[in-house]
């Protein structure tokens, strides 16, 4: 093994790389915490402000009802979760909810629907939505499930941002968490959404009963890819009644903020967004991960269909700590301390993975 010295190895930390092994991204997940939480809040510092975060807000456009058997989703309609199927919200609606956003400090808008993918005749309206939260001076983000290549363009020509479309888990364990779509399809229409020339979001959800070499995957799977994403959520399971996983053992804390720390590494100029599960964080956890390179969060009640802080308590948390939100030009990437074009965030309450 090569020994390197310190400053050689934070070198190489801050420059991004599409070469990485599983053994080499287990060999960091695996260090001694302190050691892990230094290496990634220095890769962190060489590209953002460390005590500036980026806050999203989350809107389900259309819930319930779909077609994927997602384990961990409340809106399958193969799961007793109880949640009843709703219609297409109307337009107006949507940006009246993002111009509150906006006033209330967001300055990304996400829309999600619980659809396999979209039918043709909502496709008017998901474009008008787009149009409007744009017109807002907000940044556009959406996760609607598979695209066509139509579908593609006219949410490009729109001026979509941001396309979310996780991958959840790794390609092992893809299987065990969802039979009606495949991790080859996920990955096709991440590289679609990219060629089209849109920024993209993917990330995962952990706690589902993955292994540790499971979490290690899937980074090795996002920060492989030809680009980074511009937003890699992490979400820590939600556990719904009347999903397949409810009932399922709640992750380790610290194995968390590891997953945190090695995202940061491997993907230095991503937000790395702090997702869904943080109501049953505590504070501390939660401070923990901004350290160890989150640096994007959801504002707001509500995940889609699961809980969230809300602002006053965020409010409080970023007080207490410090912290900032970031701006609409500095969460697009004027904010990174190097002068380095910073990714920007995106979308992805667990409530259902797009």
Request: glycine fraction near 8%.
């Amino acid at each position: 093994m090569l020994t390197r010295t310190p400053a050689s190895r934070e070198r190489d930390d801050a420059t991004p790389r599409h070469d990485w092994t599983r053994a080499g991204a287990a060999q960091l997940y695996g260090l001694p915490f302190n050691d892990l939480l230094f290496r990634a809040a220095t890769v962190h510092r060489t590209h953002f402000d460390p005590n500036r975060v980026q806050r999203s807000q989350l809107l389900s456009i259309k819930t319930g009802g779909c077609a994927e058997d997602c384990g961990y989703c409340s809106q399958s309609a193969h799961h007793a979760s109880g949640l009843k199927a709703s219609k297409l919200m109307e337009v107006r609606s949507v940006i009246e909810a993002a111009r509150k956003a906006k006033a209330g400090g967001a300055t990304r808008y996400c829309m999600g629907a619980a659809w396999r993918e979209p039918k043709q005749r909502d496709m008017d309206a998901v474009v008008a939505m787009v149009e409007g939260v744009k017109a807002l001076g907000m940044e556009t983000c959406m996760t609607l499930g598979m695209l066509t290549d139509t579908d593609i363009a006219r949410l490009k020509t729109a001026g979509l941002d941001y396309y979310n479309h996780n991958i959840d888990t790794s390609e092992r364990y893809y299987s065990e968490i969802i039979t009606t779509r495949t991790f080859a399809d996920r990955l096709d229409t991440l590289a679609r959404v990219r060629e089209a020339g849109m920024k993209v979001c993917s990330g995962g959800i952990i706690g589902m009963g993955e292994t540790e070499t499971d979490r290690v995957d899937m980074l090795v799977t996002l920060a492989n890819l030809e680009e980074h994403p511009e937003s890699v959520p992490i979400n820590m399971l939600i556990e719904i009644p009347g999903t397949p996983l409810a009932g399922t053992a709640r992750i380790d804390p610290i194995d968390f903020v590891r997953t945190i720390a090695l995202a940061r590494i491997m993907m230095p100029r991503s937000f790395v967004r702090l997702s869904a599960g943080r109501t049953e964080m505590t504070d501390e956890l939660q401070a923990l991960c901004f350290f160890a390179g989150a640096n994007s969060i959801f504002v707001g009640e509500t995940l889609l269909t699961t809980d969230n802080p809300g602002e006053d308590k965020d409010a409080d948390l970023f007080r207490r700590l410090g912290l900032d939100g970031l701006d609409i030009e500095a969460s697009d990437g004027a904010n990174a301390a190097d002068g380095a074009s910073a990714d920007g965030p995106g979308c992805h309450g667990h409530a259902r993975s797009a």
